[in-house]
């Protein structure tokens, strides 16, 4: 089911919808489509048109993961061209970081273009401000500190699927990132579908080889989501990719977040990381379709991303 | 004032409590002290010894700084000794990245030995644990998305503060946090002061010298809060250092933290990174106080935090 949180027309109260087709069944007053069971309620129909969606759950933790191996190869090529584009932790756990969760907003805010150190005391508006197409797994089943989940019980903890735009400002993120990763780069907002699609809509696939074969704690048999993705620039699609290219699964990626003993919580947001296939017209970020060369996003571009089953991210720069 | 959130002996319905030499004034039902105006309320009054202390606060963000030159240098000199030890960045903004918020633990919680990949495939205990001393500090006052804080009001957005351990599993983080920060060598908790200081009962004085001057967007007298801090590991003071060494100012951080128009909400939590001073047992870490060659916390250490004024933080490796 799709699922999403909207308020009528002339309205300020939220209420949790279910998406069939052209209509929203209204399943009555709530902000979170997190906070109780969906499935068997009926209710209104209202024409989807005259709805507005709103963030569909309140984010706890947003992590951001790197699993897809033809970005990180491209961007270890374009940022490291004298050493292995990918770091030797690459292959072996699926690297993440956690973002800012405070910043994530439904698909359809406008985004402000972020200011910041550019170079080194060079303060202003981002001159490389890009999009990343990203899957995001929504957790609606929360874990115990202390207590690993076992990566065969790990989609145990999902309950569904979003579409991510990790805005990401390349000139600050460039000056700011050594040694502890990005943080104001990509702070600014991150944007997500403003629907969730229940994890059982989306169709999985055998998933790419993995060379060398993980580790115990990670080891299942690979699979991916089999979901067509694009990416439209000013109403022109610049990239068409899919999210079965992924190396690292969702499941590895709960086991590993918590390998350690962290703790999920219900609303955590898992994001895959951007999304690139192997050809030149598959990549999720400007950055790499245009080889760090430009152009970035102008003022009063608009982006869009898509996916098949999932709810759209619209966003301008203003 | 000190307020905090306790249950009374053999119960466990949460109170909103201030704290008042050896008593604790019962300010009545509440789970976080930001919830409202806890000033002028009087309440009964509890031995503060019949009184379990919970987490003061739901914590939103999570950020930790990096804001001590000692504790940067030294790190730099230990990991990066053919390269300067500080990086480019670290004079023109202050460093940071997002940590776990939903790891963050009340000073007293048991902390679990976490697990990880210590090097390419070897997955077992980390054999590197460490404590980290660290002064937080809490948002009471949250701000708009697109609206970043100026630097001479940054301080009207600050609650209060609170000890902080940021307990870091150095063999895990090592082999992970190239190219995106660290992420599981840290995530698997983070202990906190079990009642918050309100920042008008820090004493502050002149900052160091900042050089190069900071951009405009930070520019501020510096100022640094005089809180005395020491680190006990099992019953022996370690480690005797002071606040007011800090390089980086709170009020620069919030407006770093909001200059590409990140918003604050009410419960972030902004964390100094460890604080070192310029003496061998001035420093804030094992790794530092040992130059990495151990011994490390073992099962059953005790390390305590303690800082005037504040809450200290216990905790005990199991």
Do not use: C
């Not at 902000?31 to 209202?46: M, N, Y």
């Not at 202003?124 to 995001?136: I, N, V, Y």
């Not at 790990?154 to 000056?175: K, M, P, T």
């Not at 990381?273 to 192997?278: C, F, N, V």
């Amino acid at each position: 089911m799709k699922v999403g949180v909207f308020t009528k027309r002339q309205s300020v109260t939220r209420h949790l919808g279910r998406l069939e087709g052209d209509v929203v069944i209204d399943l009555g007053l709530g902000d979170s489509v997190l906070s109780r069971d969906l499935v068997p309620r009926q209710g209104e129909e209202v024409p989807v048109a005259a709805v507005q969606w709103h963030l569909p759950f309140a984010v706890a933790d947003y992590v951001d993961f790197y699993s897809s191996l033809e970005h990180a190869t491209n961007m270890g090529r374009m940022f490291r061209p004298d050493q292995e584009p990918l770091t030797p932790n690459w292959r072996r756990l699926p690297i993440g970081y956690h973002g800012r969760s405070g910043t994530v907003v439904a698909g359809g805010t406008e985004i402000r273009r972020p200011s910041g150190q550019r170079k080194a005391g060079d303060f202003g508006p981002s001159q490389k401000l890009d999009f990343e197409l990203e899957l995001g797994f929504v957790i609606g089943k929360p874990s115990r500190l202390g207590e690993p989940v076992p990566v065969e019980r790990a989609l145990e903890h999902v309950f569904g699927a979003v579409l991510v735009n990790d805005w990401s400002a390349r000139d600050i993120q460039a000056f700011e990132y050594v040694p502890l990763g990005p943080f104001l780069g990509k702070s600014f907002a991150t944007s997500i579908s403003p629907w969730v699609t229940t994890l059982d809509e989306l169709p999985s696939v055998v998933g790419v080889d993995q060379d060398p074969a993980p580790p115990a704690y990670l080891r299942i048999d690979n699979f991916a989501y089999d979901v067509p993705l694009e990416v439209e620039l000013n109403a022109e699609v610049v990239s068409r990719t899919n999210a079965r290219h992924l190396y690292w699964n969702i499941a590895q990626q709960i086991a590993h977040l918590t390998s350690n003993g962290a703790s999920l919580r219900t609303g955590d947001l898992l994001a895959t990381g951007t999304i690139s296939g192997p050809g030149e017209r598959e990549r999720g970020s400007l950055i790499e379709l245009t080889w760090n060369e430009g152009p970035f996003l102008q003022d009063g571009d608009e982006v869009v991303l898509r996916g098949e089953g999932l709810a759209e991210v619209r966003g301008r720069i203003v």
